[in-house]
């Protein structure tokens, strides 16, 4: 029987870096310059607004966790409260909405890589794919030391990036730019420079930002102790939140105007160059580089433990449910890095078309993953109010908070549909969903007669 079950390896240190690694990625390091240009300085809002909506999703998603001791999964909860169909599409969702990140992370890396030497970057692609499974197909504890390290550089790259600027704020500091002060927040046409549509449209960047926000959840089946970590690594997000996005680009718009920055170059790497640092590129490279592996290797960590909870609930392919000797869902995680792998040819074949529409399409099925936490905690409150009542790790201000969270993601998906850059991808995501429906229907139906039949 050990050999079926998910080794509880990773420690209380473990989960705060996979909770801080899970919310600084590439949608912040690289795409917070294209959210800038859209709305100016109001994307500090933008931040705040989403990374509040996702506190509440994670303190709902916390509750229903703690609240029932069989739970290793998001698919474990939807099915519970919404049934078979919501484990289902949930499952197979979320299990698309990480290789999809994957795949453009994957590639990211080949072309980060290519700052330094001039090779193909289906080189460097590959050899971090091969990398990342060697060291995941041995314990879940290199995954989450994996994690801590690379959490670790983006944490000091931010906290270098804040450091600089309150020193440069105190000095008065003059850079080609001007003179770097708090007044660049308002004094270039004003908090919305661009209107409210400007403001608006840069919700999609913003939601992609938070994406595996919820992975503190998805490592719950291997945590020491869920119920001392988990409510503690959730309670720290708003702090991260307001430090590590807030803050950060409260910095970095003190020092660079905003009618600086272009979507085509990271605000990290413009700031450090601004400030005198020589190998400034250089460094951000790096550091981007090592986020895009760290999202990479969540997405190869998490996607593997979803098509194994998927299988073990016979919503899978039954070898997919195996573990090796050190309690990894091997067969699993072979599946899911070759279909990244596969991906990563696609977005070499299409590069620019690509990224935009890969990074689209997993906000968009985050957006479905979250609201189907949001919802499955008002059935919990409506249905199991015995539950609720003895539970130690109450989400706050529900229901009343749980309607307002999914009315701001059905906003946002109206935004999407809006927006020229975005539509495709929000046309064609629900191709992928009516997919699902029909495959759940036929396995449905296909049972049913084998049950006739015997």
């Known amino acids: 029987m050990a050999q079926q079950e998910l080794k509880r390896d990773l420690s209380n240190r473990h989960v705060q870096l996979i909770a801080i690694g899970g919310t600084i990625g590439t949608g912040l390091f690289l795409g917070s310059g294209k959210a800038i240009q859209m709305a100016g300085p109001s994307i500090i809002f933008a931040y705040l607004i989403v990374g509040i909506a996702l506190f509440f999703v ?70 971090c794919l091969i990398i990342l499974l060697g060291l995941n197909l041995l314990t879940v504890k290199l995954f989450g030391e994996l994690e801590f390290w690379f959490a670790l550089i983006k ?36 908090w919305f420079p661009n209107g409210i549509s400007g ?24 945590t020491a102790n869920p119920q001392k970590n988990i409510p503690s690594a959730i309670n720290k997000i708003p702090l991260r939140i307001l430090f590590f996005y807030v803050g950060a680009l409260i910095v970095l718009l003190c020092i660079n105007p905003w009618t600086e920055l ?6 990290f790497v413009k700031t450090f160059s601004l400030v005198g640092i020589p190998v400034a590129a250089g460094i951000i490279n790096f550091v981007v580089l090592t986020s895009a592996a760290s999202a990479c290797n969540s997405g190869m960590f998490s996607t593997s433990r979803i098509l194994y909870n998927l299988s073990n609930q016979d919503q899978g392919p039954a070898h997919l449910a195996k573990l090796n000797k050190n309690h990894v869902p091997s067969n699993a995680l072979w599946i899911s890095t070759l279909v990244v792998s596969a991906g990563a040819l696609l977005s070499k074949l299409i590069p620019e078309q690509a990224f935009g529409i890969v990074t689209t399409i997993s906000a968009i099925c985050f957006i479905w993953v979250w609201s189907v936490i949001l919802i499955c905690h ?63 229907w036929s396995r449905k139906k296909k049972k049913e007669s084998t049950k006739i039949s015997a």
């Open 58 to 127: 994670l303190r709902a998603l916390g509750e229903l966790l703690l609240s029932k001791g069989g739970y290793q999964s998001l698919t474990d909860i939807a099915e519970d409260y919404l049934g078979p169909w919501a484990s289902f599409v949930t499952g197979w969702t979320y299990w698309f909405c990480w290789i999809m990140t994957a795949m453009a992370d994957v590639i990211a890396v080949g072309v980060y890589v290519q700052y330094w030497f001039d090779i193909p970057q289906w080189i460097p692609a590959v050899i």
């Open 199 to 222: 403001f608006l449209l840069s919700f999609q960047m913003v939601v992609f930002a938070y994406v595996g926000v919820e992975l503190v959840g998805v490592s719950a089946a291997e």
């Open 262 to 267: 272009t979507a085509a170059e990271s605000p």
């Open 378 to 440: 008002l059935r919990y409150k409506k249905t199991r109010p015995h539950l609720q009542a003895k539970s130690t790790f109450k989400a706050p201000f529900t229901p009343f908070v749980n309607y307002l969270v999914l009315a701001l993601f059905a906003m946002v998906l109206l935004i999407m549909l809006v927006a020229e850059e975005t539509r495709p991808a929000l046309l064609m995501t629900p191709l992928w969903f009516i997919l699902l429906f029909v495959l759940y």
């Open 155 to 190: 944490v000091i790259t931010i906290l270098a990036l804040i450091g600089i600027g309150v020193i440069l704020l105190v000095m008065g500091f003059q850079t080609d730019a001007g003179t770097v002060t708090v007044q660049n927040l308002w004094e270039h046409g004003g």
